[in-house]
């Protein structure tokens, strides 16, 4: 593709070339990108994409903490491999008492699992092989603002399907900071008004691209969860 089809040029179509001027802007990017895999459903079709390969196997269950996690499976000595359902930490604690209606221990058709504090995936009952498909959040290292291609994106781990809302949603975040900045300058009132015409112009494309890719927009509980 030709270069003007990078994310901060197709960004840039929709805030003016001197959007480059907000400071960490590029940060404000990226965030508008991992705002998008937190919007997207564990279960997103898009997670799936033959065409990007969103899910990779853990070889360490250290700092999952930092991950969005797609899901969890567990192999046993049927060598059967079972999808585990993600419990709270509190109710995997409960588990551990043998005792308890909640115990987990003896149930290798049903495993479950949950994080701890420090990042760890918590997996009963204890399986002889553990897979954990999760996606990394982006940083300041990656340099999402110059991709692309489909390839590219794939390389950052992220469904080539939410580029545009991802784009739109930076946008959002751009054009919230210029808007910050033209209030406290009572001289800037004609740009003020112009900024606010650009962001509810790009807030409302936003809305109808995340309706078109069936995306729930409202978070709940700790922002894993939409509705």
Sequence with gaps: MAANNTVLERIKDFTGDDITDVASYEDLITSGFNYMIDALPVDSQFWQSENATVMSESASQAGMDTKKIINVTATYSDAIERVAKEISLIDY????????????????????????????????????????YHIE???????????????????????REAVFAAILRSCIN?????????????????????????LSVVKQLFAEEMQRLNIPTTFVGDRNDVK
């Design 174 to 198: 751009l054009l919230n900071a210029r808007v910050s900045i033209a209030s406290q300058d009572e001289e800037d009132a004609e740009l003020l008004s112009i900024l606010t015409g650009q």
């Design 93 to 132: 604690r409960k588990g551990l008492d043998t005792t308890s209606i909640y115990y987990h221990g003896g149930s290798a058709k049903n495993p479950v699992y949950s994080i701890s504090e420090t990042g760890i995936i918590l997996i009963a009952p204890e399986a002889s092989s553990v897979k954990i």
């Design 137 to 159: 959040y982006l940083d300041s290292d990656d340099d999402i603002i110059n991709a692309d291609t489909d390839d590219e994106f794939t390389a950052f781990n992220f469904p």
